[in-house]
């Protein structure tokens, strides 16, 4: 199969002094499905704009392949069916020419008929239609909704739709970044079983379980270099953590040996400054004799102290891609109330609008946490609203106990700004522990006087994270914590909230978090 050839690819962001990548070069097979991972802030989604030619990096990029990315911009206007053929090719337009043209009759407009007939062709145009309905019904959606106006599908859908547009696109190789962000878990089991059908593209999910099911290879950015292999993520997640540990285990034996060498040295040394003291007093015949051992002696002590200093350049090497993964914690308070938020017959519509919420009967009591489930649209985020107050019931009733401290962490990150010093001080945060909080999600400490404007969608739902993790709580709401997080950060979290005792509500749709994290769920 047709090839992609990276060679000593290097970019920097303008304004920055430190490169995303230098000297990276790699290679992938058109027909693989391959899955993109790293930390945030690592370089995927640069990574995936240099490909598609974007961004323009020292290096080269050899192939004859062309690229298509999603999310991609698509009409909006009419139905499904009308929406996805434009996002294919103009087809519309295409037959609207070929029939002018074949009316006019004469040789030029027969000429420039069978140009365009030819490209009509080619893209399967004569046959789309059917296509459309056999990808789009893949998708889970069946054919009689393709008439629908495709602006009344909810986000997840047309996600879903968008996809099998871009995969009816001929002889592609294609871009997918983050295609589980608006997909519930049941659109995500649907998007992930197309794709395993599928050939010839380079994915970024952060969700493990989509990655499962959908990759056969995983490119991995790591921290000093990119590792290919084949295989879905779990099973590079155990090759990692086996080179992991067998670097860790080499790094305590060269240790080690460096203690075991500098002691040699300083031995060695001292016997050669004995030696040479000796010489004080001697018989002037025996001087040259004690001069030579002492020389000898010395010579023998910086041949242990350069071994050392390879030693240590050895060592240097070591550990490069070892990904340290602190252990993160959170600090719940206790509250005099056994339960915590208490909705008798609770409803909410926004005025003029459908029921979000309707008939709600729950009970929240310490200890608890509760994942909410339920398809795009269920009323999920409404309902967190609701019990922080951002939102007041249209009917029926919910209750907390007074002096209730809450911690709430927003779906959407739009709005973070400044730098982490900054939003430490502006959100009355405790400082250090907010910092720290940061340095185990992997941020550099030369990040912390960076504007968070310029970091990565992930970094930014970090910063949001820390800052809830660092407030002291009685109750957590949650929307979405995991969106854009890198996979080594979801499993910190998950073994954070696996072994606390804070009270939390929250929206997830990565079935793996759920399963670990989640004491009961309440489906909507």
Not at 426 to 453: C, I, M, Q
Request: net charge neutral; proline share 4%.
């Amino acid at each position: 199969m047709p090839g992609i050839i990276i060679e000593h690819l290097s970019f920097t962001y303008p304004g920055s002094y430190t490169p995303v990548f230098s000297d990276l070069s790699f290679s992938m097979d058109t027909s693989w499905r391959l899955g993109l991972v790293g930390r945030n802030g690592r370089g995927k989604t640069t990574l995936l704009r240099l490909l598609s030619g974007e961004l323009k990096g020292q290096g080269r990029i050899e192939t004859t392949a062309r690229f298509d990315s999603f999310p991609f911009q698509a009409g909006t206007k009419g139905t499904a069916r009308r929406c996805l053929r434009e996002a294919i090719a103009p087809f519309d337009e295409w037959e609207k020419q070929m029939e002018r043209l074949l009316a006019a009759g004469d040789s030029q407009s027969l000429s420039r008929w069978g140009e365009i007939e030819q490209m009509y062709s080619a893209q399967d145009g004569y046959i789309i239609d059917s296509l459309i309905e056999r990808e789009t019904d893949r998708m889970g959606i069946p054919a009689g909704e393709l008439e629908r106006p495709f602006l009344s599908f909810s986000p997840g859908e047309r996600t879903r739709l968008l996809l099998c547009a871009l995969f009816l696109r001929k002889n592609r190789f294609l871009l997918i970044d983050e295609p589980t962000n608006h997909l519930d878990m049941r659109g995500r089991d649907i998007a992930a079983e197309y794709l395993a059908g599928k050939s010839g593209f380079l994915l970024v999910s952060h969700d493990r379980s989509f990655l499962d099911r959908s990759v056969d290879h995983i490119m991995a950015l790591q921290k000093n270099s990119i590792r290919i292999e084949k295989g879905n993520y779990s099973s590079y997640r155990e090759n990692k953590q086996a080179r992991d540990a067998s670097e860790l285990a080499q790094n305590e034996k060269l240790k080690k040996d460096i203690r075991r060498l500098q002691e040699s040295a300083r031995e060695k040394a001292e016997w050669s400054d004995r030696v040479e003291a000796s010489k004080i007093g001697s018989h002037v015949a025996d001087r040259g004799y004690v001069g030579h051992k002492s020389a000898k002696m010395m010579k023998r002590s910086l041949a242990i102290e350069n071994r050392l200093e390879r030693s240590i350049e050895e060592k240097e090497q070591l550990l490069k891609d070892i990904e340290y993964q602190g252990s993160l914690s959170l600090h719940p308070l206790p509250h005099p109330a056994r339960v915590l938020v208490k909705a008798l017959n609770l409803s909410f519509h926004y005025p003029g609008g459908p029921l979000l919420v309707e008939g709600l009967n729950l009970q929240l009591e310490q200890g608890q946490r509760v994942a909410l489930t339920g398809h795009n649209g269920a009323g999920k985020s409404t309902l967190l609203r609701l019990i922080a107050g951002s939102l007041s019931p249209t009917g029926g009733s919910l209750s907390r106990p007074g002096g209730l401290i809450l911690s709430v962490l927003p779906q959407e990150t739009g709005h973070v700004r400044g730098t982490p010093f900054e939003i430490a001080e502006r959100e009355g945060l405790p400082a250090d522990l907010f910092l720290t909080l940061l340095r185990k999600f992997g941020f550099p400490r030369e990040d912390f006087a960076r504007e968070a404007s310029g970091f990565s969608m992930g970094q930014k739902k970090k910063l949001l994270l820390a800052a809830s993790m660092a407030r002291p709580a009685h109750l957590y709401l949650w929307d979405e914590p995991l969106n854009y997080i890198d996979l080594e950060s979801r499993e910190q979290i998950e073994s954070m909230l696996a072994d606390t005792d804070a009270t939390m509500i929250f929206v997830e749709h990565d079935r793996r978090f759920v399963d670990r994290v989640a004491t009961d769920i309440w489906e909507l």
